[in-house]
């Protein structure tokens, strides 16, 4: 069985990198404007507005916020469907709104290149088109459709019709040009993204490949004389047992095998083995190898791996990924440093999914950043007890966005909950009661599981260093 590739970041992967928030604190922005804009165009300009259609509008769009507020957590990030829909929203509210007042009379009516801009750069080349092509019909519709401004006094306020043509040429221009120029931004910056990344993985590897050759080095080191007493000896035994070949053949055989030994650390001192044996591992030996680093720091970790109910017994074989361990080896260490005495890490697995699942009992995730976290952002500053409580901590998250970047790049899914109220008191709360961290993966995304035990793994292959 074939280990499965971990592939770059992809413009599809981009396109859920678009955080719900980011969309919900924008339309804000566009509300307050389109309130300060009706209000100031009734009483300052006296212009005739249909005022309860035009509150319609912008209360559909206040409606639309505050569900995305109250139904999704806080650090939501869109997929390229959600993203689309959301935009086409915003276009298809503004539009409305423009028909309200003038159509392409309507200075205001650049801003429909919001949206697109925005689609530009977060989304795939397809939604990005549809999303310009919908701004552009309507538009369209608005240039000759739209209810129109008229003055207090009953004046229709009209643009002359070669400027309001003008108007709409310039809007349909600037749809297909700032789409271009962001687009074209968007990908450099993915390019140069995508090559910070390949040269982080290549120097990695090298990392690796420079370790491999030191270890290498000192095992031949440490083992080239034992290997020439062996090879020494045997010839000795050869040339003293002339005549008795079964014990000659048996002294040629621990000679060759010498010789084969010495063959072997110069192979791997040249190029390194990728040791199949190594690249799989049951569940147990994974996590246990998570958390090693962190088991000698006055804090008891205790390990519960089982299978789930109605599932088999037999402990799950499982890719041993560097972003896997070092993914839960950031989980651990949040947990451990923030643990009053103990944590737990617990893991299960039914015919569909693996999970692992760590707790402590310290005092949970802040409500100020449980919404947040996998995100990046800066800590305020920290008191002297916290300081001395963690003197490492930076408190900028990054670990756990490390974490759960990696983790999910593996297949994972990841959810970040307190295992007890964060206002209980002492005695209410739970052996578990500070943060909770579960981690889920379908089966067949981390297992390795070999439907044969018996089948060979094969003979290890070079590593390539170019």
């Given amino acids: 069985m074939d280990e499965p590739t971990l592939p770059m970041f992809d413009e599809m992967s981009r396109s859920h990198w678009v955080r719900l928030r980011t969309l919900i604190v924008l339309r804000w922005i566009a509300i307050v404007g389109q309130l300060a804009a009706i209000e100031t165009a009734r009483h300052y300009f006296d212009i005739e507005l249909p005022v309860g259609l035009c509150y ?109 043509f003008g108007f709409w040429m310039a809007i349909v221009i600037g749809v297909a040009f700032l789409a271009l120029y962001a687009r074209r931004v ?100 994974v996590i246990r190898e998570a958390a090693e680093p962190h088991r000698d720091r006055g804090k008891d970790i205790r390990f519960d791996v089982a299978p789930e109910a109605g599932a088999d017994a037999r402990q799950p074989q499982i890719w041993r990924r560097p972003e896997v361990i070092h993914g839960l080896r950031n989980l651990v260490q949040n947990a451990v440093d923030f643990s009053s005495t103990t944590v737990w890490v617990d893991a299960r697995w039914t015919d569909e999914t693996v999970s692992i699942r760590i707790a402590d009992d310290g005092e949970g995730f802040s409500s100020t950043v449980l919404g947040r976290i996998g995100d990046p952002f800066m800590r305020a500053r920290k008191s002297a007890a916290e300081r001395g409580k963690r003197p490492e901590y930076e408190g900028m998250g990054l670990g756990l966005f490390i974490a759960k970047t990696l983790l999910e790049r593996s297949g994972a899914e990841l959810a970040f909950a307190n295992g007890s109220d964060l206002f209980a008191t002492p005695g209410d709360r739970p052996g578990r009661s500070g943060a909770l961290v579960e981690v889920v993966w379908p089966r067949a995304r981390i297992a390795a599981d070999i439907p044969d035990g018996s089948r060979a793994l094969g003979q290890n292959r070079p590593i390539r260093v170019g």
Avoid: W
């Fill in 186 to 285: 968007s990908m450099e910056i993915n390019s140069m993204s995508d090559a910070l990344l390949a040269t982080q993985l290549a120097l990695a590897r090298e990392q690796k490949l420079t370790d491999l050759g030191g270890v290498v080095a000192a095992a031949a080191h440490e083992l080239g004389t034992p290997l020439a007493t062996i090879k020494l000896v045997s010839t000795e035994l050869i040339d003293e047992l002339e005549g008795q070949e079964t014990l000659r053949e048996d002294a040629e055989l621990i000679r060759d095998q010498a010789d084969h030994c010495r063959d072997i650390l110069r192979s791997m001192g040249r190029a390194g083995k990728d040791d199949l044996h190594m690249r799989q591992a049951p569940l147990d030996s």
């Fill in 56 to 164: 319609l509008a912008v209360g559909v769009a206040i409606m639309a916020n505050l569900v995305a507020i109250l139904v999704y957590p806080e650090n939501t990030r869109l997929s390229e469907a959600e993203t689309t829909l959301t935009l086409m929203f915003d276009v298809a509210q503004l539009s409305f709104l423009l028909f309200l007042t003038g159509g392409m009379n309507n200075p205001f009516a650049v801003m429909i290149l919001t949206p697109v801009t925005v689609a530009a750069s977060a989304l795939r080349l397809r939604s990005a088109a549809i999303l310009g092509a919908t701004a552009v019909a309507l538009v369209s519709v608005l240039a000759v459709s739209y209810i129109p401004l008229r003055s207090a006094s009953g004046d229709v306020l009209e643009m002359p019709e070669i400027f309001r």
